[in-house]
């Protein structure tokens, strides 16, 4: 039994539009406070963006508060991130770019479980203490060049240098391969902004930057199958579990998942949480007077005050109830996570930045369940790492306004200028 859509009100406050992501986290989540107090769930009219356009697309419900968006999260067996039931984007996406690009992600149960085994099994103890190894290098050396370049652009010089250099190590990425690799993952992400975009359409910036990463990708596999090394790729190349091992293609797209959300998510929370410490000077003080001590929370309220990503969806394989509201069999739902974040139920004074608020139960990795991120432990390595190069070694960092791309998926910081 369906039910009729086409009966059903869009709600006085659109989260949809254009117009609406255009604007700040924080005028944004006025509109989402109104809705997390008198309208948890409210129905909405379909995303902007022009990947799949679907005039018959009768829109979806808005899950904003943190105890909605854990529920969602926790319930896979009722709510689908399947490419064949519209996946985990937003806005509307063939199937196919979603299964190429999103790995497990995409996946549900039993598919989901069996990849993930594998690809757990490729982080060994032993990798994870490489990982790490490398991290710590990489994060001091990228502060010796910044301080002996002198500071132009954070983002280019900082942030975006150590999530790209380690997933490139990790994976056994050429250097000369790197930069190719980050203008794919650009391409990527940004195919709303119009800088990124230039002269090709939205689904041809995307699809571009998929082929790039498949063909770097493709080129590591058989190169690791030939001849094996110390990285991630060969891991993931030999992964086996109760006989079951990865295709190229899950090898290509778990490579294209990491590419990106390994390298925006840590990307755009180091470029938020340094604006946050500098625009909240106690914090840094606090911070600085024991960073041993302060470090682990506050990299957790880096997390949740920037919130990398900002929206996933999932469909409704069954009638449920979420938040009070039924929701029929094939609703699309989908999860801000920024409004989750500021849930003044959940957090004290949500739009405090306190580097030592605890407990701080974020979703910026998701909201539990099993599709929970899987690198959450490498970028709390990767924050903690770099920012205790940046709070010893750049006590005197001054940024300024930071140059947002457009888009509803990452609350990505394009440029933020900075000097000593």
């Not at 050396?141 to 975006?160: K, T, W």
């Not at 041993?292 to 990398?308: C, Q, S």
Request: net charge negative; charged share 25%; proline share 6%.
């Amino acid at each position: 039994m369906t039910t009729d859509t086409s009966k059903r009100t869009y709600d006085d406050i659109e989260v949809s539009s254009e117009a609406f992501w255009a604007q700040s986290a924080r005028e944004r989540d006025k509109s989402f406070a109104v809705l997390r107090r008198e309208r948890p769930i409210s129905w909405q009219p379909p995303a902007y963006g022009s990947l799949m356009p679907d005039p018959d697309d009768p829109g979806y419900w808005a899950v904003v508060c943190h105890a909605d968006v854990v529920a969602v999260s926790k319930a896979n067996t009722i709510f689908s991130s399947a490419p064949e039931m519209g996946g985990v984007m937003f806005e509307n996406m063939p199937a196919d770019l979603l299964r190429a690009s999103q790995s497990i992600l995409t996946m549900d149960e039993p598919q989901h479980a069996i990849t993930r085994k594998l690809v757990s099994s490729a982080f060994s103890p032993r990798q994870i203490r490489v990982i790490q190894q490398q991290i710590t290098k990489q994060a001091t050396a990228i502060i010796d060049e910044f301080l002996e370049e002198g500071p132009r652009d954070f983002v280019e010089q900082v942030s975006m240098r150590l999530p790209m250099w380690t997933i490139s190590e990790m994976l056994g990425v050429p250097e000369n391969q790197r930069a190719r690799m980050v203008k794919a993952v650009d391409d990527m992400v940004g195919y709303n902004d119009p800088e990124y975009i230039g002269d090709r359409n939205p689904f041809e910036c995307v699809m571009g930057g998929l082929m790039e990463l498949y063909d770097i990708a493709q080129h590591l596999i058989e190169a690791r199958r030939s001849a094996p090394a110390e990285d991630l790729m060969t891991a993931l190349v030999a992964a086996e579990v109760d006989g079951h091992q990865l295709t190229d293609e899950d090898i290509m797209s778990y490579f294209t998942l990491l590419a990106i959300a390994g390298n925006d998510t840590t990307r755009n929370t180091t470029s938020h949480g340094m604006k946050a410490l500098l625009d909240h000077p106690e914090q840094k003080a606090l911070l600085v007077s024991d960073f041993d001590r302060y470090i682990p929370t506050a990299v957790e309220e880096f997390l949740r005050w920037g919130t990398a990503v900002m929206t996933f969806r999932r469909t409704a394989l069954e009638e449920t109830i979420i938040g009070g509201q039924k929701i029929a069999a094939g609703d699309k739902v989908v999860m801000f996570y920024p409004s989750a974040n500021r849930d003044e139920r959940v957090f004290e004074d949500p739009w405090r930045f306190d580097i030592t608020r605890n407990p701080n139960p974020h979703v910026a990795f998701g909201g539990g369940g099993v599709h929970f991120c899987l690198g959450n432990h490498v970028a709390r390595m990767q924050m903690r790492a770099l920012f205790r190069e940046l709070i010893t070694r750049a006590p005197d960092l001054q940024l300024g306004e930071p140059e947002y791309v457009t888009g509803h998926f990452m609350h990505a910081i394009k440029r933020m200028p900075c000097s000593l």
